[in-house]
């Protein structure tokens, strides 16, 4: 089983759509979590960090399901202009940061 | 600004050659990382250094060297061991705490012909 496992999509939505992403992770000691966003050939950028109790920046959600070890990505109302891979980052053993291959999303009009 | 920088952009190399790419940050963060990315693939790590004067492999260290004599500066040589080194590079920084974050240069795309 891979460390942390993400669906590769393409995940196809239209504009104005809600699309959910999970991200499973293998080891329990798991202790920060992360979502980035990557851009065709650029650097990945932070979107945001994913904390115990859930998080919401705008109409971005995430949330930490530590019992079943996976993490969520929640966008509302989808704009073109999130058409972009999301990673999924993991944090064990306070310096081991594991990357999620990504799930590609394209939004259309 | 402070950010993370590296350079150059687009690096063409022949074969048997060895290459230096450069990354530099001005966020004073203690740990600084260096991943490669191929398509479709994951970021993967290749070295990674805490603090000044010390690094340690990550897990295709294979083919690769690095060197930390200055915090802001954190270089990575491709040697002509590496079987594969044509891919994206990503340098990367961040403070201290397990909450923070990376912060990712904007890469160095390789072609190694």
């Known amino acids: 089983r891979k460390e942390v496992e993400q669906d590769p999509g393409p995940f196809n939505v239209p504009e104005g759509a809600t699309v959910a992403f999970n991200c499973t992770y293998s080891?329990?000691?798991?202790?920060?979590f992360f979502w980035y966003r990557q851009d065709c050939r650029k650097e990945p950028k932070l979107l945001m960090s994913?904390?115990?109790s859930g998080n919401e920046d705008g109409r971005f959600t995430a949330q930490l399901n530590r019992a079943s070890q996976y993490i969520s990505l929640l966008i509302r109302d989808s704009k073109l202009s999130d058409s972009a891979t999301y990673l999924c980052?993991?944090?064990?053993?306070?310096?081991?940061?594991?990357f999620g291959t990504g799930t590609r999303l394209q939004v259309f009009p | 600004d402070g950010g993370i920088t590296q350079s150059p952009k687009y690096l063409f190399r022949k074969e048997g050659q060895n290459v230096t790419l450069s990354c530099e940050q001005n966020?004073?963060?203690?740990?600084m990382y260096w991943y490669r990315q191929d398509p479709g693939q994951g970021l993967r790590l290749i070295y990674y250094?805490?603090?000044?004067?010390?690094?340690q492999k990550g897990d295709i260290a294979e083919g690769y060297s690095v060197s930390r004599e200055k915090k802001e500066s954190f270089p990575l040589t491709v040697t002509s061991a590496q079987k594969n080194p044509t891919a994206f590079y990503l340098c990367?920084?961040?403070?201290?705490?397990?909450?923070?974050?990376?912060?990712f240069g904007n890469g160095t795309r390789l072609t190694v012909t």
């Open positions: 990367a920084s961040s403070g201290s705490g397990d909450r923070s974050p990376l912060h």
């Open positions: 080891n329990s000691a798991s202790q920060s």
């Open positions: 994913v904390y115990s």
């Open positions: 980052v993991v944090l064990y053993n306070t310096d081991k940061l594991i």
């Open positions: 966020l004073n963060h203690d740990a």
């Open positions: 250094s805490q603090i000044v004067n010390d690094f």
